[in-house]
């Protein structure tokens, strides 16, 4: 995976700017630490954006409702553990 760094970054500026995290640059985003709540302080609200945005993206779709999807919004590189799956297929 030698993409993985730049995908990283990638995932990284895409949350910066669907949220308009102003004072956030993507080296404050921790891969392993929580988007939600604790680390990065995310809500229901930013999880739906972020979700439209990685489909628009990626053209990854997610069922908000399915219990996987809180798993892979758990931190960076859950995230970016989901696109690299779903760009294989």
């Known amino acids: 995976m030698s993409d993985t760094p ?4 990638e995932l990284k500026q895409l949350i910066i700017d669907t949220l308009e ?3 956030i640059t993507a080296d404050d985003i921790v ?7 604790d680390g990065l302080g ?3 609200i930013d999880a739906l954006e972020l979700g439209l945005a990685l489909q628009k993206h990626y053209g990854i779709t997610l069922d908000a409702e399915a219990e996987d999807t809180r ?3 758990a931190s ?5 553990a989901l696109v690299e799956a779903r760009r294989e297929r």
């Open 6 to 9: 730049t995908l990283e970054l």
């Open 21 to 23: 995290l102003e004072d």
């Open 31 to 37: 891969a392993d630490e929580p988007l939600f709540i």
């Open 42 to 44: 995310l809500d229901s």
């Open 71 to 73: 798993t892979h919004f």
């Open 76 to 80: 960076l590189n859950a995230l970016r």
